[in-house]
């Protein structure tokens, strides 16, 4: 059985940073790419930010591109969002996902899921 569980959101002023970590279970970590997305309420999820299995390669929305990183430690079945600079809209539920896949990483076709972590940012 695969989990997913997110950790490290809360509440922040704008221009701090976050660090969001995902810990997986249940499944061949390294094998999966693992993707952080996003959803503010009355939005849509949109996606932030992506990490390809072995970590060679790495994708962010636009939005916050130079202000996230996204990192994985496979030995530790790990994937970390770190978050700088955070403004007002970065406010949402933050939720970590895996897919087999490599390809295509900026969709949101995953297939798991986990519960998700608030993030808050006040101004």
């Known amino acids: 059985q695969v989990q997913l569980v997110e950790s490290g959101g809360g509440l922040v002023q704008t221009g701090d940073s976050l660090r969001l970590a995902c810990a997986a279970s249940g499944l061949t970590f390294s094998s999966y790419a693992m993707g952080w997305f996003r959803q503010a309420p009355g939005k849509e999820r949109e996606f932030v930010a992506a990490i390809s299995g072995a970590g060679g390669s790495t994708y962010y929305a636009d939005s916050v591109k130079g202000r996230f990183t996204v990192s994985r430690v496979n030995a530790k079945n790990t994937v970390h969002l770190q978050m700088n600079s955070l403004k007002p809209g970065d406010t949402a539920v933050y939720f970590c996902?895996?897919?087999?896949?490599?390809?295509?990483?900026?969709?949101?076709?995953?297939?798991?899921w986990g519960q998700g972590t608030q993030v808050t940012v006040s101004s």
């Open positions: 996902a895996a897919r087999s896949s490599q390809f295509n990483l900026m969709r949101g076709d995953y297939g798991y």
